[in-house]
């Protein structure tokens, strides 16, 4: 595996879907927000199914969003985000992180939700988010520390999901610690002014915890995450059905609680 290249872990099931769609700006890009104005042009790095990507355009009525990502495919769900909200500051391309094909100093903000943790070089693919960036203007990027997440109660099983994550995602060249490494990452692509944060999702109350653990339990057996890691050796399909169990059994407890760890860095460009 080249050092630019690394594979999705999760790809575009249905029960990844279902994770991604729900984000919003509020929920996933709440330290930037106060940054943006609404003449803003913003490159959104990753959009995936471009919630997020849409929400950013709501608040630039007078500048415009561009999305892109790596999968085409994902990207006519996107343009269908952006048309049943009636938006019509948005475009989408496909793209390379590493190699991005827009001019230096074209956007005021160049935004990265759970991107980085899943490129071959992120100090490379930041480097390119602040060249593409105007002077003065903002890198925003988000990541999961999934280590650091944390749940209750202690679920038989529970421990061999994470386990068994952190071998998929660093077999596919990914960074599945991300989080904690945003600021060292940023230093070394020789970013002069980096705010560093973090923040959580966290999943508590009856409705959430179904939804939470439904999605991980169906995408432990039937998403692109599941086929890497029975094609790597990394789990048996009988082990897989144990964990996605485990998650099911913590999604039914009335005790059950899950924080997802984010680390966060916004950065304004020397102008």
């Known amino acids: ?22 984000r919003t700006a509020a929920n996933s890009a709440a330290y930037l927000l106060d940054r943006i104005e609404p003449h803003m042009r913003i490159l959104d790095i990753g959009c995936g199914p471009g919630t997020i990507t849409a929400d950013l355009a709501a ?20 343009r269908a985000t952006a048309a049943e909200r009636g938006l019509d500051n948005t475009e989408f391309a496909v793209a390379d992180v590493h190699a991005l094909d827009y001019p230096d100093d074209t956007f005021c903000v160049v935004h990265a939700h759970q991107v980085l943790q899943h490129v071959g070089d992120p100090v490379q ?5 602040y060249r593409v960036t105007k002077p003065g203007g903002f890198i925003a990027a988000r990541d999961a520390d999934y280590p650091a997440m944390v749940w209750f109660p202690p679920v038989p099983g529970m421990d061999e999901w994470l386990d068994l994550y952190l071998r998929v995602a660093r077999a596919n060249g990914g960074a599945p610690d991300a989080g904690r490494r945003l600021k ?38 039937a998403s692109a995450y599941a086929d890497r890691a029975v094609a790597g050796g990394h789990a048996t399909p009988d082990e897989l059905h144990a964990v996605s169990n485990a998650w099911r ?23």
Request: hydrophobic share 40%.
């Open 125 to 129: 693919a930041l480097r390119e988010m």
């Open 59 to 78: 608040l630039v009525p007078d500048g415009g969003v561009t999305g892109v990502d790596h999968a085409p495919d994902i990207l006519d769900r996107a």
């Open 184 to 221: 060292s990452w940023a230093l070394q692509a020789g970013y002069p002014d980096i705010t560093a944060s973090s923040s959580t999702w966290c999943f508590a109350d009856p409705a959430e915890r179904a939804w939470w653990s439904e999605l991980w339990a169906d995408r432990t057996l």
């Open 249 to 271: 059994q913590w999604g039914s407890r009335e005790d059950g609680w899950f924080s997802v760890q984010h680390g966060e860095i916004l950065c304004r460009k020397a102008g």
């Open 1 to 22: 595996m080249s050092k630019e290249s690394a594979v999705y872990t999760h790809g575009h099931h249905e029960s990844v879907l279902r994770s991604h769609t729900w």
